[in-house]
C-alpha cells in the first residue's frame, strides 16, 4: 500500500501537471511547482476526494489559506489522523 507522502504526490502530479520527482516535502506549491490560486483550490478537493475512503474531513478555507507546501498538506492530514 502506497505511503501518504505517495498519494500526495500522486495527486500533485496529476493535478499540477508536474513531475514525481519535484514533488517533495519541501516544495512550495506556488514557488517550485508553479501552482497559481485555482490550482491550489482544485488540489485541496483533489486532496479530499482522494482520501475520503480514509477519514471523512474538509479542507477549509482557513487550512488551505496555510497549506504552502507539500509538508503542509503532509502535516494537515496527519492531523486528521493520517499518516
Same mark, same amino acid.
Do not use: C, H, W, Y
Given at each position: 500500500?502506497a505511503?501518504? *507522502?505517495e498519494r500526495?504526490?500522486? &495527486? &500533485?502530479?496529476?493535478?499540477?501537471?508536474v513531475?514525481p520527482?519535484?514533488?517533495?516535502p519541501? !516544495? #512550495?506549491l &506556488?514557488d517550485d511547482?508553479?501552482a497559481? #490560486?485555482l490550482d %491550489?483550490v482544485?488540489?485541496?478537493? +483533489?486532496? $479530499? /476526494?482522494a482520501f +475520503?475512503?480514509d !477519514?471523512? *474531513?474538509?479542507?477549509?478555507d $482557513? @487550512? !488551505? /489559506?496555510n %497549506?504552502?507546501? &507539500?509538508? @503542509? %498538506?503532509?502535516? *494537515?492530514? !496527519?492531523?486528521?489522523?493520517?499518516s
Amino acid at each position: 500500500m502506497a505511503t501518504v *507522502f505517495e498519494r500526495v504526490r500522486d &495527486v &500533485v502530479v496529476r493535478q499540477l501537471k508536474v513531475k514525481p520527482d519535484e514533488v517533495k516535502p519541501e !516544495a #512550495s506549491l &506556488v514557488d517550485d511547482l508553479r501552482a497559481d #490560486s485555482l490550482d %491550489i483550490v482544485d488540489l485541496t478537493i +483533489a486532496i $479530499e /476526494e482522494a482520501f +475520503a475512503d480514509d !477519514a471523512e *474531513f474538509e479542507i477549509r478555507d $482557513e @487550512d !488551505a /489559506e496555510n %497549506i504552502r507546501t &507539500v509538508q @503542509d %498538506i503532509l502535516d *494537515f492530514l !496527519a492531523q486528521q489522523g493520517l499518516s
